[in-house]
T-cell receptor
Framework: GAVVSQHPSRVICKSGTSVKIECRSL??????MFWYRQFPKQSLMLMATSNEGSKATYEQGVEKDKFLINHASLTLSTLTVTSAHPEDSSFYIC????????????FGPGTRLTVT | AQSVAQPEDQVNVAEGNPLTVKCTYSVSGNPYLFWYVQYPNRGLQFLLKYITGDNLVKGSYGFEAEFNKSQTSFHLKKPSALVSDSALYFC????????????FGPGTRLSVLP
């Protein structure tokens, strides 16, 4: 149980375009979802936290107009990187928690974004 | 504020020998502590957690960790390392009194040599 999927696993896009990454909880209702960013050989940095049906809370330094997060249902959150640039190239990982086990986070497999 | 330190960037150990990956933390309230492992280009896999109760926690793949409140440590251990244990290990802490956010340590790369 507690499986989180991400789609796509890899994406290459051209500079200036937008990319959407989906995060789904497959067998539980995710009341809260988290989006992380990981640069090569570095730790995970929390970008934002989203609760179903409400606006995401962004961490300091994260541009909310560039990284659009939508958590429209209890099983789906999306991260849209708008007007992507090469410096946005990174590994993006989502996680989810449910109301029954709020102290746990279940992580997705990650999405490798490359902006050319 | 929460913080996690993993003092070693890299740990090398011979196959069959015991391994330890160190983690210390700082929280204002009660800590929830986690260990995750990451293989190249993959997400995080959960190994074990400490929430409450017994200070010695046993997890997946033969790993265990001991919560030491006085030393604010949560070191990961395994009695006999396997080459397949080679990966990146992250310690994470959540301060229950201050919301759901996890704070991750910088990671320790474990290399198990055959």
């Amino acid at each position: 149980g507690a499986v989180v999927s991400q789609h796509p696993s890899r994406v290459i896009c051209k500079s200036g375009t937008s990319v959407k990454i989906e995060c789904r909880s497959l067998d539980f209702q995710a009341t809260t979802m988290f989006w992380y960013r990981q640069f090569p050989k570095q730790s995970l940095m929390l970008m934002a936290t989203s609760n179903e049906g409400s606006k995401a809370t962004y961490e300091q330094g994260v541009e909310k107009d560039k990284f659009l997060i939508n958590h429209a249902s209890l099983t789906l959150s999306t991260l849209t990187v708008t007007s992507a640039h090469p410096e946005d190239s990174s590994f993006y990982i989502c996680s989810a928690s449910d109301s029954g086990r709020v102290y746990e986070q279940y992580f997705g497999p990650g999405t490798r974004l490359t902006v050319t | 504020a929460q913080s996690v330190a993993q003092p070693e960037d890299q740990v090398n150990v011979a196959e069959g020998n015991p391994l330890t990956v160190k983690c210390t933390y700082s929280v204002s309230g009660n800590p929830y502590l986690f260990w995750y492992v990451q293989y190249p280009n993959r997400g995080l896999q959960f190994l074990l957690k400490y929430i409450t109760g017994d200070n010695l926690v046993k997890g997946s793949y033969g790993f265990e960790a001991e919560f030491n409140k006085s030393q604010t440590s949560f070191h990961l251990k395994k009695p006999s390392a396997l080459v397949s244990d080679s990966a990146l290990y992250f310690c994470a802490v959540r301060d229950w009194d201050y919301g759901q956010n996890f704070v991750f340590g910088p990671g320790t790369r474990l290399s198990v040599l055959p």
